[in-house]
Structures are given as C-alpha cells and as structure tokens.
C-alpha cells in the first residue's frame, strides 16, 4: 500500500507543485478579504481535483496493469487514490490553521470561527472525490470525464452560493462537528463503493 501512495506523492510533487502554490495564495486571500471562508475552500476544492489526475496517470502509463497483478491490487488501487487525497487535504488544513491561529494571538478571530472554517475545508476537501471517483473507477477516465465534469460543476456551484451566503462565518455553532463527521461518512461510502465496482471490472 505503502508503495502506491508514495508513487502519488511523487507524481504530485512533480507535475502539481503549482497548485498547492495557487492553494496557498487563496488561503491568504481569505485572510486579507476580511476572513472570507469562499477562497479558503475553493483552494481544498482546487487540490481534490488531483486526486482524479492520478487515475488518468495511472492509466496513461498502465500502471493499472500492474496493479491487477499483485496480490490485493485493486483493493491497494483504490485505496491509494483516497488516501493521497486524504493527505493532501491534511496538508492544505494545517496550513490554513497555522494561518489562522496567529490570528487567535492577537484576539481577532474566534476559535470557533476557526473550527467553523476548517470543517468547511474538510467537507470541501472530500467533496468531489467522493462523487466522482467511482465514476472514474467504473468506466474510467475517459468515459467517466462527462458525469465527473457535470458532478464537479454542480458541487462548485453549491460551494459558490454558499460561500456566499456564509462567508461571513454565519453556520450555528454545531455545524463544524456535523459537518466533519458527514463528509468522513460520505467519503468512507464512496470508498466502498468504488471499491466494490473496481474488484469486479474487467479489462
């Protein structure tokens, strides 16, 4: 398992350090337009999409060949694709909590306004992988380019609006905790999913 998230981890490191560049920048931009939440999570939503790249590399390079190979493939396979998400979503958070906690030092920013920002990166962060990897796993990058582009669309527009409604850091008190734990449901379910589709396909 091991061996398949550090080839992801160097795939990314090679072709989308930019992206993590452009993360950071929204990150900082949230900060400085009055602690808007709407650029914050527009940077994990940004990084998420990487996760389907992976996949197309894979397949480009018949990786997924080897994969089938092995003994558990499929199952480490899939579950590579989810965890380097994972990761890179750990990443993104902690950045955008060290940002914030020097905020907290000098009393301008609530630590629950906080908790309430970062719960909404962790939702974003497992947001589109979610729906579109078992697209991708079922039909494959190609096939699977259309319903992951329509569900990639819907779930940009969603966070747009409500990022506009609740940029200003409006959720009930509860929601940060909420919103966690069902995105982490979500994504357990969608793991299972395409878990599920990927042991039974054939090529």
């Given at each position: 398992m091991k061996e398949f998230i550090k080839k992801d981890m160097l795939y990314i490191r090679a072709?989308?350090?930019?992206?993590?560049?452009?993360?950071?920048?929204?990150?900082?931009?949230?900060?400085?337009?009055?602690?808007?939440a709407f650029f914050a999570v527009y940077a994990v939503l940004m990084l998420s999409l990487i996760s389907l790249s992976?996949?197309?590399?894979?397949e480009s390079e018949q990786f997924i060949y080897y994969a089938l190979s092995i003994p558990e493939g499929r199952e480490k396979f899939v579950a590579s694709k989810y965890i380097s998400n994972i990761i890179m979503s750990i990443g993104i958070v902690a950045v955008t909590a060290l940002i914030y906690t020097t905020k907290l030092v000098g009393n301008e920013k609530s630590v629950e306004d906080v908790l309430r920002l970062l719960s909404m990166q962790i939702f974003a962060s497992l947001l589109l992988p979610t729906f579109i990897l078992p697209f991708n796993f079922a039909l494959g990058v190609k096939k699977g380019r259309l319903p992951s582009v329509l569900a990639a669309g819907v779930i940009f527009g969603v966070t747009t609006v409500l990022g506009l409604e609740y940029g200003g850091g409006d959720l009930p008190a509860f929601m940060p905790l909420l919103i966690a734990l069902i995105s982490l449901l979500l994504y357990a379910g969608s793991f299972y999913i395409s878990l599920t589709i990927y042991k039974k396909?054939?090529?």
């Amino acid at each position: 398992m091991k061996e398949f998230i550090k080839k992801d981890m160097l795939y990314i490191r090679a072709y989308h350090k930019l992206n993590f560049v452009i993360a950071l920048f929204f990150v900082l931009v949230s900060v400085f337009l009055n602690d808007n939440a709407f650029f914050a999570v527009y940077a994990v939503l940004m990084l998420s999409l990487i996760s389907l790249s992976l996949i197309n590399y894979d397949e480009s390079e018949q990786f997924i060949y080897y994969a089938l190979s092995i003994p558990e493939g499929r199952e480490k396979f899939v579950a590579s694709k989810y965890i380097s998400n994972i990761i890179m979503s750990i990443g993104i958070v902690a950045v955008t909590a060290l940002i914030y906690t020097t905020k907290l030092v000098g009393n301008e920013k609530s630590v629950e306004d906080v908790l309430r920002l970062l719960s909404m990166q962790i939702f974003a962060s497992l947001l589109l992988p979610t729906f579109i990897l078992p697209f991708n796993f079922a039909l494959g990058v190609k096939k699977g380019r259309l319903p992951s582009v329509l569900a990639a669309g819907v779930i940009f527009g969603v966070t747009t609006v409500l990022g506009l409604e609740y940029g200003g850091g409006d959720l009930p008190a509860f929601m940060p905790l909420l919103i966690a734990l069902i995105s982490l449901l979500l994504y357990a379910g969608s793991f299972y999913i395409s878990l599920t589709i990927y042991k039974k396909k054939s090529f």
